[in-house]
């Protein structure tokens, strides 16, 4: 079934790390996603990750996948104002013409 | 290229009109998507085309819907006597066949109120 399952909200303050966590339940989905969306805007990608590695660090992003648990987090190191936002974590399903399967989306609140 | 672009931006109606909404994707992109978004809630998938052919769509899809991709570049989607339970913002994105390393690219969406 498809089901990505994501916690609501998350407060931290500016200069702390932020941690999002994921779980997803297709275990044949190749690739793995994080999306930034600011209020009234479409979806940015910040990164993704594919199904075979267990991590991926990209500047101040840090993926972790663990595929046998089926959970996905993005850590996001030094976080700032500018990083308050909606977090979405979304999987591809490849049979189907690679369309994304999203959570309903993690607000992220930085404090300064 | 600018991106994905999606016009109009915001759409006002009356429950019961018709409305449509444009999409031009990545020029070179031969996929096109198109996601709905309630809100407090993720973007959920409707359907998608592989150049003029649409391949895949969601039993979201109510009769009442239906896209187009004539030439295989923009697309349309159109809603047919519009329920206030349309009310969402319509996303379109764009992805280069299989390559999907990169993710898709999104566009602004457009925000539809059914009044």
């Known amino acids: 079934g498809e089901d990505v399952e994501q916690s609501l909200f998350l407060s931290v303050r500016e200069g702390d790390s932020s941690v999002i966590n994921c779980t997803y339940t297709d275990s044949s989905s190749t690739y793995l996603y994080w999306y930034k969306q600011e209020p009234g805007a479409g979806l940015q990608l910040l990164t993704y990750?594919?199904?075979?590695?267990d991590m991926k660090q990209d500047q101040r992003l840090t993926v972790l996948l663990n595929k046998k648990d089926k959970h996905l987090s993005l850590r996001i190191a030094d976080t700032q104002t500018g990083d308050s936002a909606i977090y979405f974590c979304?999987?591809?399903?490849?049979?189907?013409?690679?369309?994304?399967?999203f959570g309903a989306g993690t607000i992220l609140r930085v404090k300064s | 290229d600018t991106g994905v672009s999606q016009d109009p931006r915001h759409k006002i109606t009356k429950r019961g009109q018709n409305v449509t909404f444009r999409c031009d994707p990545i020029s070179e992109h031969n996929r096109l998507y198109w996601y709905r978004q309630t809100l407090g809630q993720g973007p959920e998938f409707l359907t998608y085309f592989q150049n003029e052919a649409q391949l895949e769509k969601s039993r979201l899809l109510s009769d009442r819907f239906s896209a187009e991709r004539p030439k295989g570049s923009f697309s349309t989607l159109e809603i047919q006597r519009t329920e206030q339970g349309d009310s969402a913002m319509y996303l379109c994105?764009?992805?280069?066949?299989?390559?999907?390393?990169?993710?898709?690219?999104f566009g602004s969406g457009t925000r539809l109120t059914v009044v």
């Open positions: 979304a999987e591809s399903m490849r049979e189907y013409g690679n369309k994304l399967v």
């Open positions: 990750i594919f199904s075979n590695m």
């Open positions: 994105a764009s992805s280069l066949g299989q390559n999907i390393d990169y993710g898709y690219t």
